[in-house]
């Protein structure tokens, strides 16, 4: 196939989903790790063309969602100053912290733009010298080459007024977290396409062994996730644990290794929050020490902030596969995309908007 709608096509759809049905003889809980993925999942209806031993759950992969509370306030602390000129990507605008949001300092008066790559944040820098330009690096292994660059290009140009707040995380340790939890329902995973574009998807070959779980790297479009989710069936089915690669337009065995290595030099590993789920040992990137001159955490002095996160957002538990964003009980009450309790909600790839937004959708075209 070379066209897009090539992949939307809904007889191609149909024809996976009796393949699923006649193919499925006992339970399984899929896990698809990206927001992204989640959203097209829910727009497109696949849960709809499952049988019902078939249950999907919402990984960690959105980044907006996973993002720690305590790294939001750090946001808000730093952009609220008036030398600062903060860059975030629009998702995080809305983001709620302990004490607001960054729409919220943006209202006050704050600097606070969208953009939409570190390279712009860079063209501020130079544009204003007289300002202190933050960028605000969140993301996954999908974006970190790219604001791994932004702090070579940095360093190259001599900029002296850039800085990034960093709250990079990685794939690998959350599914070790997931797994090895005594709460873990997840039998198999589709992992996600762009992460295995840069990483590869050696270094999810002894998870599969370790926990003897099928992983499928797979796409973002409907037939993508089809065929992800059949072959990860089919895995389960047969008693065979692999990885396979159901996205080889884009994924190859070993990955981007440009990308890996601009990583390596910018970037070194650590220990993460993440939102929601708590500490997870050595989960995320931080600046290296070579590139310490580019952390904002360091420039600012907001190194120190902690925050706890609220105990009525359970979008911790839907992060992990344990529960449904239909099990929270203010979700589409209380909780809304207007006025989101947990980034879940925020994000537009996280699961509890994706479950808000196509349940309204389809309520709408009931009636
Ligand atoms: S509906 Fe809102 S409060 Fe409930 S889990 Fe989702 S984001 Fe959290």
Known sequence: MKFLDEYRDADAAQHYARAIVRMVTRPATIMEICGGQTHAIMRYGLPELLPPEVTLVHGPGCPVCVTPLELVDKAVEVAARPEVIFCSFGDMLRVPGSQGDLLSVKARGGDVRTVYSPID????????????????????????????MAAVQARQQGLRNF???VSHVLVPPAMHAILSSPHNRVQGFLAAG?????????????IAQQYQVPIVVTGFEPLDLLQGIYRCLKQLEEGRVEVENAYPRFVRREGNLPAQATMRDVFRVIDRKWRGIGAIPQSGLGLKEQYAEFDAEQRFGVAHVTVEEPSECISGLILQGVKKPFDCPVF???CTPETPMGATMVSSEGACAAYYRYRELKDRAAH
Not at 130 to 136: G, P, S
Not at 194 to 206: F, L, N
């Open 332 to 334: 589409g009450t209380r």
């Open 163 to 165: 800085s990034m707040l």
């Open 121 to 148: 944040a860079l063209k501020l820098a130079r544009a204003h010298p007289d300002k202190q330009v933050v960028f605000f690096a969140v993301g996954f292994e999908t974006t970190a080459p790219a604001n791994a």
């Open 194 to 206: 762009h992460v295995c574009a840069v990483m590869g998807y050696v270094e999810y070959e002894p």
